[in-house]
Each structure stands twice: as C-alpha cells, then as structure tokens.
C-alpha cells in the first residue's frame, strides 16, 4: 500500500492581497518539500454542488458565486470578512479542496491506498454553513466525514484537528452528526474564539483540548495521548480524517503555542497508530494552517513521511 498525494494547480489561482498569511506560496512550499517522496500523484477533481450540499445551503453557494469576480475585471479581489478574501479563482481551488478529500476518502475506502493527503488551499476548517470566515469558503473536513458517513455508510467517523487555530466550522457543521466525532486542540484564549471544554456538541460528539498560550510539547502529548486516545478509542471510528494544521509551531507568527518540530512527527505518527488499530489504518488528512513557509514545509513533509510509514 501506498500514500495518496492528491492535489490542483487549480487551488494555486486562490489569490489573497499581498502580505496576507494564506498565501499561494504556501502551498507551492508544501509541495517542494514533497516532491522527493515516493507518493501516488492524483489530480483533485472538483466536487460536485450536491457534495456541498450536504452540509452548506444552495443559497450559499448562490451567494458565493454571485460575489465572485470575473476576470479581468476590477476589483480582482473581493473582501468576505476582516480574514476572508476571493479572487477569480477561488471558487474552483475550494471545490478541488472538497474534490481532493472526497477522491481520497473513495481510494482509502476501496483500499486503492493506505492513507491519502490532500494538499490544497483554501484551507477548511472554520467555514461554516453560511459563513465564509478565518480564510476558509467550504468545510472540506466535515464534507468528507459526511460524504464518508452517507455515501459510503460508515457507521462513524472521527475528525481530528490539531490546527492551532480552533476548527469552528467543523464543530458547527457535525455538531449534530451523531455519527461523527469531532476533536480539536488549539491554543485558548485565541481566534475565533470558541473551542472552550464546555463545548460539548448536540449528542455530547465534540471535544475540545484548549491549551494555553506558551504551552509546548508536554501538555500537547499530555491531551493527544491522554484525553485524546481515550476518546476515540471509545468511539472506534472507520475512518479518521485529520484537519492538518502546522501553525502551533514555535515559529508561526498568528498564535503562541510552542510546539517543536519532532512534535508533528510525533503526533502524526501517534494518529497513524491509532488508526492501525480502530480502523486499518485509514486515514485522510487535508492541510489547514501554518503561515511560517518554511517551517510549514517542513512539518508538513514530517507529517507525510508518518502517513507513508503508517501505509507501508
């Protein structure tokens, strides 16, 4: 078995103003760092307006195409919220985003591969059902937890999020989903604001791991191999789909946790283990954050290399 790299020169024409942390270059870093491994190359597709749907409103996406703008046309870049842009291009790379996790959960599921990572921009996590926020257009996690659930009719699927920022989108859109478990770990006190341990989700399918500014690798593996395994050893899901963020790292510039390179490695592969164990090992990971360009290419590599270990 192998690892999946699935991924689009499409969600390179995601265009954000200069100086804006969710840049092109970070996935065109993402994807140096990668090109030495030995991976399966898979063209993302785009996802259809019915895989959307499973979670956003057709009048979102109404909304979203009717503000989209053309090319050539002035003003290129349009302004969603304080964090939130879209360019002509924009809406095709966030339907690769979904359309790569959806192709990786169909080849991790018919055993095509062992896991799959699908490097695409924009990132996912925060999007919520009818609101672009914190970079993000479509919850591509939870579409693919979802898709995972209806589609192929897994009993239960489990998201975990180890972005620094903390993913609202997917707590809001699979709060609900009694099928779907959903934990995060992010810095606290930080944007967007949520991600308190009360937040528990509508059939108690929600946990949250704050940590504390300045915090590192101890009280990361603390939750991770504590709280974090327990959980999900409980629930026993048939597929983890991983929110990758690489932003609590020592390095970022938007958050204060001080987690260290073998961190990541460690994590990754502590993940990997436990997918072995509950669920054959099938994963499907999909990049979030990490706005060091350097320090994310190297922690995403890091992540990988575990993914192909894991597979192998």
Request: hydrophobic share 40%; proline share 6%.
């Amino acid at each position: 078995m192998t690892t999946a790299l699935i991924t689009h020169a499409d969600c390179l024409r995601h265009e954000t103003p200069e100086g804006h942390a969710e840049q092109v270059a970070r996935l065109e870093h993402v994807l140096a760092a990668l090109e030495p491994l030995d991976l399966l190359r898979v063209r993302a597709p785009l996802a259809a307006d019915d895989d959307i749907l499973r979670l956003h409103p057709k009048s979102y996406l109404d909304e979203l195409r009717e503000k989209l703008p053309e090319e050539g046309a002035e003003p290129r870049l349009l302004q969603l919220d304080e964090d939130t842009w879209m360019s002509p291009g924009s809406l095709n790379a966030a339907y690769r985003g979904v359309g790569a996790a959806l192709r990786a959960v169909d080849m991790v599921l018919a055993g095509e591969v062992g896991n799959a990572f699908c490097a695409t921009r924009p990132p996912g996590h925060h999007a919520e059902a009818e609101k672009p926020m914190g970079f993000c257009l479509f919850g591509t996690a939870a579409l693919a937890a979802q898709y995972a659930l209806d589609h192929h009719r897994l009993a239960r699927v489990a998201i975990v999020d180890f972005d620094v920022h903390h993913g609202n989108g997917s707590q809001e859109l699979l709060s609900g989903e009694p099928r779907a478990l959903v934990i995060t770990s992010q810095q606290v006190p930080l944007w967007p604001g949520t991600g308190a341990a009360d937040e528990t989700g509508g059939h108690n399918n929600v946990l949250n791991l704050p940590l504390p500014p300045g915090s590192g690798s101890a009280e990361m593996r603390a939750v991770w191999g504590g709280a974090a395994t327990e959980r999900l050893r409980a629930f026993r899901p048939d597929l983890i789909v991983i929110s990758a963020g690489f932003d609590a790292h020592a390095n970022d510039p938007l958050a204060q946790l001080e987690w260290e390179d073998e961190d990541y490695s460690w994590l990754s592969a502590h993940l990997c283990a436990l997918a072995d164990e509950l669920c054959g090992g099938r994963i499907v990971s999909t990049l979030e954050g990490g706005y060091d360009l350097n320090t994310l290419a190297r922690l995403a590599r890091r992540h990988v290399e575990e993914l192909i270990k894991a597979a192998t």
